[in-house]
């Protein structure tokens, strides 16, 4: 690299002028300065703007306070993928060159890029996405907690909890995310600004208005976390479901108000609980960046920026559109757009061309169809399905890339596993996620069991153990690799920050040592402006966890469940060992390892033969990691927008505790539906996900996972993947070390390529390749060449697509759908025709009859 000195030299030459004299020294300088600008604008990925504050804070650091700050940088970022790789670059020459210090008059240019970059880290982000959308400033008299954001966000929570809670059993279901009521919630906020009066009254020294003043951003996002909150039904809605109805287990107990309330709520809160208790080891640090939160900060940001700064984009235009104005233009693009996919040529959202070609070639309907493996460079034309798997411009390139090699590194192994019929998969559909009997039909559950729901022993015998598609088999397979990865790669990876987050726990609870938690971590400007407002106290959330327990105990040795008590305290317990490092994953990623296999293949062994006692062990494993994840981003957007973390408590309290009662209402409606969850079911209220559930109950609770996984279990080999995932994730970790500045090592995220083999069944790599062009595009290119055109608008793009095909699909919905409009031509009768139906051109067919695998008396 050229020393400040012969930079200077080369661009006076270059500003020579051939008028016969040579310009000016502060022309020179000026030159030079621009240039310095330019080059640094590029080396720390940082906007012009972002540029111009930071030095003004860099001016006053000291080369040994800077050396201090990048030593712990560097600790805490050498092994994150989101961290630019050019900037550690930098730092370790910075940090390993001995005469930077001795002599720093030579390595001018490099001790103010580390100074720029200490800023940066100090007063705002090390990360350019979240410079891009959230303020490094804050205004602690904001009116926040208002009536106005009351009202509104209880009423939202309450339409979006009805709309999903009763249309979840609908096939197709209809689902609205938070950012719907998000952009409904501007115009009724901006609405009351203008319609209600300022009166109110005063309580414990603050006063309460109706109209507080002009409707903001803090208000806004109140709104969303409490829809955001709101916008999942109960698991255990699904467990009342298989209970109560008679073609499932039949208990008429289980309708019982008080019984579902209990469950309902002890699993709600149990995960805002530990959510809350873990938010120094997933909310606090700078590196959980939580890129999912980012999309809905920017839609806030587009409706009250206060600032509309002109950027340069491509092809040399200049940009002055406004964020507000850019999400109305490309909503409505996406609004319209939605119509052709999704209703008007359906072959365009799943565009298998060249299974159409031979529509009756099984091979080509296996390898590249809809319902085979989707082996397809052109699937779609549909952002729905693009975004399907990893939203592109949500999510940085790494996560897309990683899932997009873990899907194809398993393509051929599927389908070595179908064309070799690696048990029976031959004979089965390769990509479905549903059980089969030894006949390759559908598994006929209730042939197996008894009048109480219980397996009955001499039933099974008498019919067949269950089979899984070769796709089914390998998830299994990777699920169990993912376990082993994500434990393995926080010990390996992030080890320091999990005991970082374990001392400040500790020390939460001793005042004497306040000061150590301030400077163990580096601060960034997000948790220096939290400290002006008051900290949830830990015993709220302890409150809250004995709350949950207390009840969810209650419910289980008060009613008739035949299922220990212990199942709760199981699922915390479980929660606890995998939280922090599959949230870290999470939240560096946008990635989650779910925990549901794991905790029915636990449950199952615990209780094999009784299916509603593994169905409890799954629920509690499952879901209580599952909601502390999804409430750890909730309480990121609060801290990315400033909300105080007590509003921010209540807010999500208050919505869930009122939005269960909704629920559990229409769980006593939607039960008592005639024929409801049957194929002659009105509304088309056939359950899909329940019968689902169901099947997974009776697999892994009355057939039970020993029989399927045990010693001598169909699917025995399968547990190879709890090794293969230490393994792969110790390879990459030895190999990091050897190549410690390779950048395509730096970048392989192994537990994020295990994960992307948990995509098929029923899935295929057309939903995830999709992905891999259009965000290598965003975050490649755009953001590379013009980081200020993509820091305006690229998230807000990705709200815009995403809640244009929310509306859009809601009037489709209920303008088209649910009356039984149809549009009836080849565009939409294509998809899945001939063998591409998944069912029809089966590798290998029997003859009636015939059966496959072992026969009566050997299973």
């Not at 233009?329 to 609004?335: H, L, N, Q």
């Not at 990865?485 to 020390?507: P, S």
């Not at 083999?757 to 790599?765: D, I, V």
Request: with cysteine; glycine share 8%.
């Amino acid at each position: 690299m050229a020393e400040h000195g012969e930079k200077r030299s080369d661009i006076a030459n270059v500003h020579e002028e051939p008028r016969g004299g040579i310009i000016g020294e502060k022309e020179v300088d000026a030159a030079v300065a621009a240039a310095d600008d330019e080059r640094a604008e590029h080396d720390l990925n940082v906007t012009e703007d972002d540029l111009l504050e930071a030095k003004e804070l860099a001016a006053t650091f000291s080369l040994e306070g800077t050396r201090d700050l990048m030593t712990q940088v560097y600790k805490l970022h050498r092994r994150d993928p989101n961290f630019p790789q050019t900037i550690l670059e930098r730092i370790e020459e910075f940090l390993q060159n001995d005469n930077v210090f001795d002599n720093p008059e030579k390595h001018e240019q490099l001790i103010a890029e580390m100074k720029i970059e200490a800023a940066l880290i100090t007063n705002n982000s090390p990360y350019a996405e979240v410079r891009a959308v959230v303020s490094n400033r804050d205004d602690p008299t904001m009116p926040c907690s208002t009536i106005r954001a009351w009202v509104i966000g209880i009423f939202f929570s309450i339409a979006i909890a009805f709309i999903n809670g009763f249309f979840e059993i609908r096939q197709p279901a209809i689902y609205v995310t938070a950012n719907v009521p998000q952009l409904l919630a501007y115009p009724v906020g901006k609405l009351w600004e203008k319609v209600l009066p300022d009166v109110g009254f005063t309580l414990f020294g603050v006063r309460h208005s109706l109209n507080p003043g002009p409707f903001n951003r803090k208000e806004h996002m109140l709104i969303t976390i409490m829809a955001a909150i709101s916008k999942s039904s109960p698991y255990t809605n699904y467990v009342i479901f298989i209970q109560y109805l008679p073609n499932f287990f039949n208990q008429s107990w289980a309708l019982s108000f008080g019984y579902q309330i209990l469950i309902a709520l002890s699993t709600n809160f149990i995960g805002y609980s530990l959510a809350g208790i873990c938010r120094r080891f997933l909310v606090y640090p700078s590196y959980c960046v939580w890129p999912q939160s980012l999309v809905t900060i920017a839609l806030n940001s587009a409706f009250h920026a206060d600032t509309n700064p002109a950027v340069p984009g491509p092809f040399g235009t200049f940009w002055r559109m406004s964020r507000l104005k850019f999400f109305v233009f490309a909503f409505a693009a996406m609004f319209v757009w939605f119509w052709f996919p999704n209703y008007i040529f359906q072959g365009l959202a799943l565009f298998t061309w060249m299974a159409w070609i031979a529509p009756n070639n099984a091979k080509l309907a296996v390898i590249t169809g809809a319902s085979g493996l989707g082996l397809n460079p052109l699937p779609t034309f549909d952002w729905n399905i693009v975004t399907f798997m990893t939203d592109p411009l949500m999510l940085p390139f790494f996560s897309a890339a990683n899932n997009f090699a873990g899907m194809a590194i398993t393509l051929p192994v599927v389908a070595a596993m179908y064309y070799g019929n690696a048990w029976g998969g031959a004979y089965l559909p390769i990509n479905s996620n549903k059980p089969y009997d030894r006949f390759a039909k559908r598994y006929n559950v209730t042939r197996i069991l008894d009048d109480r729901g219980i397996m009955d022993i001499e039933k099974y015998k008498a019919y067949s153990p269950p089979y899984l598609s070769s796709a089914n088999t390998l998830i299994y397979m990777m699920f169990f690799g993912a376990y082993s990865a994500v434990v393995t790669y926080a010990i390996l990876f992030h080890r320091i920050e999990i005991m970082m987050g374990f001392r400040d726990l500790i020390n939460s609870f001793r005042p004497s040592k306040k000061q150590e938690i301030e400077e163990g971590r580096v601060l960034d400007v997000h948790n220096r402006l939290m400290k002006a407002y008051k900290e949830v106290p830990e015993w709220w959330y302890f409150c809250t966890l004995v709350f949950a327990v207390a009840i969810g105990c209650t419910a289980i040795a008060v009613y008739p469940t035949h299922t220990s008590v212990g199942v709760v305290f199981y699922g915390v317990l479980l929660c606890l060992i995998f939280v922090v490092p599959v949230g870290i994953v999470y939240a560096m990623t946008g990635v989650e390892v779910t925990l549901n296999v794991l905790a029915q293949f636990i449950g199952g062994s615990f209780v094999e033969g009784n299916a509603l006692a593994m169905c409890f062990f799954k629920t509690y494993g499952y879901v209580t990691c599952a909601h502390a994840l999804a409430f750890s981003n909730d309480l990121k957007m609060a801290h990315y927008v400033k909300i105080p973390p007590r509003f921010t408590f209540f807010a999500q309290m208050v919505p869930s505790l009122i939005t269960t009662f909704v629920y559990v209402g229409i769980v006593q409606f939607q039960v008592n539906l005639k024929d409801v969850c049957t194929a002659n079911a009105p509304f088309r209220f056939t359950c899909p996900g329940i019968n689902t559930f169901f099947t997974a109950a009776v697999m892994w609770g009355t057939v039970g996972p020993k029989r399927l996984w045990g010693v001598g279990g169909t699917y025995t080999v399968t547990l190879l993947g709890f090794p293969l995932g230490v393994a792969i994730v110790l390879a990459f970790w030895v190999a990091g070390r050897k190549w410690p500045k390779s950048a395509f090592i730096r970048n392989i995220h192994p537990v994020v390529i295990m994960t992307g083999g948990l995509h098929w069944a029923p899935y295929n790599l057309s939903y995830m390749w999709p992905a891999v062009p259009v965000a290598a595009f965003s975050w490649l290119y755009v953001r590379k060449r013009f980081l200020g055109f993509w820091s305006k608008y690229n998230f807000v793009l990705s709200a815009a697509f995403s809640a244009g095909i929310a509306i859009s699909g809601l009037i489709q919905f209920f303008g088209l759908a649910y009356n039984n409009i149809e549009f009836n031509w080849w565009g939409n009768s294509v998809v899945g025709s001939g063998c591409d139906d998944g069912v029809s051109c089966p590798l290998m067919k029997l003859a009636p009859g015939e059966y496959f695998g072992p026969g009566l008396g050997e299973f």
